[in-house]
């Protein structure tokens, strides 16, 4: 069964704190998509990453990608309010016409 | 640049209603087009998605439909909606063989 998934799904820290989301896929895939979703909104683009050892950074937030180990971490550094937010990881099916395959999403509260 | 649009932003229909939801692309051809559904606090499932004009793929049986009767215009549809079809009603986009889905703002959908 292709999965991808997500830990933790709830994390709540303290500003001023780094922490790292993981995302691990069972798929075979060379895409893996970052996504911020704030409460009741849409969902937006934050990385794309496309090779194996693909680093991203965009402020506080850092991606990697482990094609290898199919992992993919979410880096924060020194979090603030702002950061609170559902993160979730999506990775491309290449069986299935590229489909999205989503992870059930990290619950991100930052408490100031 | 590129923008989507979905409408209506929210709805409350009873059980048993018709249901008709339009998400329209601005500034791109040929997009690849996916309606996805949201469950409150859950992740993303994949409804239908189309490559072209009238070409519409299903991913999950369910009393929905799709018809992109445009280019640039997804429509999901349904004749009698059920409780269980409540949720948050994501329009997606995508440059054919790119990468990144762009979202729409969302529909909210309550069935009573």
């Known amino acids: 069964e292709l999965k991808v998934e997500q830990n933790p799904l709830f994390l709540s820290m303290q500003e001023g704190k780094n922490y790292t989301i993981y995302c691990n896929y069972s798929t075979t895939s060379d895409r893996l998509y970052w996504y911020r979703q704030d409460p009741g909104k849409s969902l937006e683009s934050l990385f794309v990453l496309l090779s194996n050892g693909a680093v991203k950074q965009e402020g506080r937030l850092m991606a990697s990608l482990d094609t290898k180990a199919r992992l993919s971490t979410l880096h924060i550094t020194a979090a603030v309010h702002d950061l609170s937010a559902t993160y979730f990881c999506?990775?491309?099916?290449?069986?299935?016409?590229?489909?999205?395959?989503w992870g059930a999403g990290t619950k991100l509260i930052i408490k100031p | 640049s590129q923008t989507i649009h979905q409408w209506p932003a929210t709805l409350v229909q009873p059980v048993g209603s018709p249901l008709s939801l339009e998400c329209t692309v601005e500034?791109?051809?040929?997009?690849?087009l996916y309606w996805y559904r949201q469950a409150a606090g859950r992740g993303l499932q994949l409804l239908f998605y189309s490559v072209g004009i009238g070409q519409i793929s299903s991913e999950v049986p369910q009393n929905l439909s799709a018809s992109r009767p445009q280019d640039r215009q997804f429509i999901l549809s349904s004749k009698k909606l059920l409780l269980s079809d409540s949720g948050f009603y994501l329009c997606a986009w995508r440059v054919a063989g790119g990468q990144i889905r762009n979202f729409g703002p969302g529909t909210r959908l309550l069935v009573l």
């Open positions: 999506a990775v491309d099916n290449m069986d299935s016409n590229y489909q999205l395959i």
């Open positions: 500034g791109t051809s040929n997009p690849n």
